[in-house]
């Protein structure tokens, strides 16, 4: 069983279940892969405000965000 290091913010969890061979939705994969690219948000959520980012329209903390499910 892989743990994750990091703040138990929505995407840890996500994380966990994909890195242990759990399926996980689409929504659900670019939540868990922004808590993997914030470092598991040690500072405090926050948007990430790299917009050039493909996923940032997606961002789960994105005021904008764009999916339906986070
Ligand atoms: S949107 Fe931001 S936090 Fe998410 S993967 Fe892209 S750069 Fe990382």
Known sequence: MIKV???AYK???LLEKHLNGIRITRNEA???KCYD???GY???IKEC???DCPLHPYN???K???CSET
């Open 5 to 7: 290091e990091g703040r």
């Open 11 to 13: 995407g840890k969890r």
């Open 30 to 32: 670019i939540i868990a």
């Open 37 to 39: 690219c914030e470092g």
């Open 42 to 44: 040690s500072d405090g």
């Open 49 to 51: 405000n790299i917009s």
């Open 60 to 62: 789960p903390y994105n």
């Open 64 to 66: 904008s965000n764009l």
